[in-house]
């Protein structure tokens, strides 16, 4: 078994699947986790299917999908950051945008024939095709990313937790909302190049979820969040090596049978305390 | 004595209509001050016009001798809108600690002397018994306590509770009053509290402010709730019925503690 994953660990496709991953778990279950005490899970998913209008339509403008969907997916994020802390409750709006943008999408794909196998791989993910080029990216996206939530994430959680009150002492909602829903732009994308489009939700809310549901701090949140986005990220990897099953349906089953498991003992833990 | 908050012919509108008119009163440092009125009176509107949230359109307002929005440091401020956090298991105690220093910059560590001031908040609400268990499984009750905590934080020398009784039974409304009162008698701080109903309040409130039709009457509660000064105010006639030491208002239609008209006092989710 073990010489078997070391085997694994030798080909750079795996390497390079592996390096990804971790980065998009990480972020993905940081940034997760304010996505899951805001309540704006809804968003970040329609953040993943309108970053598909991008990636379809850089094709046409001769840009890389990963640059397509960036560009779409952060324009879009700042729009739904501009409706403030009301975003939870606009699904009706964002629904609407969403599958326009899907349509529009298709549209791209329709004009731009011979490019289903790629749209499939930004659909479903293809994390064994993460180029060097790609991981660059990743790093830098990444790096970028955590480094301004890091810099807002005090007033991000006051702002997440009470707004009222945190309005009241002097910090700007509208601003803080914009700005993380750039991170959560960047970071959809980046979560969408490991497990695609389609799952992406689960590598931002699947952890974070996970870890919202019984840690009692922020920090604690925080830190299992990450380790379960990694533990989901690497196992679902090496067996997706192992079987020749796709990784994204591995991690994606992972979580949620993780998910399954943290729901019942939640329940009967709050229940009898 | 020089009063912390000075109000004088101050008005507010919003989305074209007139919340508030002429609205003037004084407020001294160390008074408990009830502030009443139908639903969308202006209640909410009044203390976010005094914390800055929300501009007025005329006249002269000071908070510590501030125009609002500069001294609300020095505000506790509990808002009518509740805390959504059903699928997280984050304790009631990093909720209060989200509050201390929550608007500097960088990351939500806490230090020795920030854990001091979230126990000692805590304390004061009379929230230490559950501070360690999740706020989503707390009750009604024990959930405004926890954000009269929030509030709390940073020692604040006026507190604007928007509300802290709504939805609680008669038992926990008089323990949160209790509380309330409390805090006052510890601390000195100055407290506008508003509710829906009068009869819980009396004999810990110094002064009412009295809120309806876009005006506004501060004085003792006796001068404020008689049926000649509330008439004034609604423009209708008000009766102020006083029976088993309780006090009833109603007008010649019915009862006006539920609103006529509504907008924006409810507006927060």
Redesign the interface.
């Known amino acids: 078994m073990i010489s078997e994953i070391t085997n694994y660990l030798s080909y750079d496709f795996v390497r390079n699947a592996l390096i990804a991953g971790s980065l998009a778990g990480v972020l993905g279950a940081v940034v997760g986790y304010f996505v899951?005490?805001r309540?704006v899970s809804f968003a970040a998913h329609a953040l993943a299917h309108i970053g598909f209008t991008g990636a379809t339509g850089a094709a046409l403008f001769a840009l890389s999908p990963l640059e397509g969907m960036l560009f779409i997916s952060t324009l879009a994020g700042v729009m739904m950051g501009a409706s403030g802390n009301k975003l939870h409750?606009s699904d009706v709006a964002i629904g609407m945008t969403l599958s326009v943008c899907l349509g529009v999408g298709m549209l791209f794909l329709a004009l731009y024939k011979g490019f289903s196998g790629q749209a499939s791989a930004i659909l479903f993910g293809n994390i064994f095709g993460v180029s060097r080029r790609q991981i660059v990216q990743i790093v830098f996206l990444s790096a970028i990313s955590l480094g301004i939530l890091?810099?807002?994430?005090?007033?991000l959680?006051?702002?997440s937790?009470?707004?009222?009150?945190?309005?009241?002492?002097?910090?700007s909602l509208s601003a803080l909302s914009i700005i993380f829903m750039v991170i959560l732009a960047v970071s959809v994308t980046l979560a969408s190049q490991v497990v695609g489009i389609l799952l992406v939700f689960t590598l931002i809310i699947g952890p974070a979820?996970i870890a919202?549901?019984?840690?009692?701090?922020?920090?604690l949140?925080i830190v299992t969040s990450i380790v379960i986005g990694l533990f989901a990220v690497w196992t679902g990897i090496l067996l997706a090596c192992v079987t020749d099953w796709p990784p994204s349906f591995w991690i994606t089953a992972i979580l949620f049978v993780l998910y399954l498991i943290t729901e019942t003992v939640?329940r009967f833990i709050?229940r009898n305390? | 004595m020089t009063p912390i908050i000075s109000i004088k012919d101050v008005g507010v509108r919003l989305g074209g209509h007139d919340i508030l008119r002429e609205v003037s009163a004084e407020i001294f440092p160390g008074e408990f001050i009830g502030i009443f009125g139908p639903n969308g009176a202006g209640k909410s509107t009044l203390m976010r016009c005094l914390l800055g949230l929300i501009p007025r359109c005329a006249g002269q307002l000071s908070v510590f001798g501030e125009p609002p929005g500069q001294a609300n440091r020095a505000i506790g401020y509990m808002p009518q809108s509740r805390t959504h956090l059903e699928n997280t298991a984050l304790s009631a105690r990093s909720i209060v600690a989200a509050v201390e220093s929550g608007n500097h910059w960088g990351m939500p560590w806490s230090t020795q002397a920030s854990r001091e001031e979230v126990e000692r908040a805590i304390r004061l609400a009379g929230a230490e018994e559950y501070a360690h268990r999740p706020f989503s499984v707390l009750s009604g009750g024990e959930r405004q306590r926890i954000m009269l905590a929030q509030a709390l934080i940073g020692k604040p020398r006026l507190l604007m509770l928007d509300e802290p009784l709504i939805s609680l039974d008669p038992r926990n409304q008089a323990r949160m009053i209790e509380c309330v009162a409390g805090i006052k008698a510890a601390t000195g701080t100055t407290i506008l509290f508003s509710a829906h109903d009068i009869n819980p309040l009396i004999g810990v409130m110094d002064r009412v402010i009295y809120v309806a039709g876009g005006r506004a009457a501060i004085g003792a509660a006796d001068d404020i709730i008689s049926s000649a000064a509330l008439s004034k105010l609604y423009g209708t006639t008000i009766h102020v019925v006083r029976a088993e030491g309780r006090i009833f208002i109603v007008a010649d239609e019915g009862n006006v503690t539920e609103a006529e008209h509504q907008h924006h006092d409810h507006n927060h989710d």
Do not use: N
């Not at chain 1, 890091?150 to 007033?155: C, G, L, P, Q």
């Open positions: 899951v005490i309540r409750r890091a810099v807002f994430s005090r007033k959680f006051f702002a937790v009470q707004p009222d009150l945190a309005e009241a002492r002097g910090v979820g919202a549901r019984f840690c009692r701090s922020f920090w949140g939640c709050f305390e």
